[in-house]
């Protein structure tokens, strides 16, 4: 009995382990370096995303071409789910809100991420949408 308890708690330690070792890859800075709606690449416009461990998941927060923002964000496995999001509400240039609106969009609509070679994915395929950000 002392056996299987044993097997098990290395198990559940390992699933543990390897789901927040995978996580941790998202932690640090993050530069907007495009973003694709229905296939086709958007001007971009100078942007940015930290993600932050909360806890809970991680606070998202940066600049998105006119406003500072902050959002709560929820990693399972490869699953992302954002939500929460508050900005500081200033107006600016029609291309700018524009594309910033576009950025609120995929932030808080992505269902699924990768990260390969310090270039992370965000992807909303039910708005047939994707952001790529350089790790600064």
């Known amino acids: 009995m002392k056996?299987?308890?044993?097997?098990?708690?290395v198990c559940l330690d390992l699933m543990i382990w390897t789901g927040c070792a995978s996580n941790k890859n998202l932690e640090g800075n993050w530069?907007?370096?495009a973003l694709i709606k229905e296939d086709i690449a958007q001007?971009?416009?100078v942007s940015n995303i930290q993600f932050v461990p909360d806890g809970k998941g991680f606070l998202a927060?940066?600049?998105a071409g006119v406003n500072l923002y902050n959002a709560d964000i929820k990693v399972k496995g490869k699953t992302f789910r954002g939500s929460c999001l508050i900005n500081t509400g200033f107006q600016g240039k029609y291309d700018a809100m524009e594309f910033e609106d576009m950025f609120f969009t995929v932030l808080t609509n992505a269902e699924y991420y990768k990260i390969e070679n310090d270039v992370l994915y965000l992807y909303a395929p039910s708005k047939n949408m994707e952001m790529k950000f350089q790790r600064k």
């Open 3 to 9: 056996k299987v308890l044993c097997i098990i708690f």
């Open 43 to 45: 001007t971009i416009c």
């Open 61 to 63: 927060k940066g600049h």
């Open 31 to 33: 530069q907007t370096v």
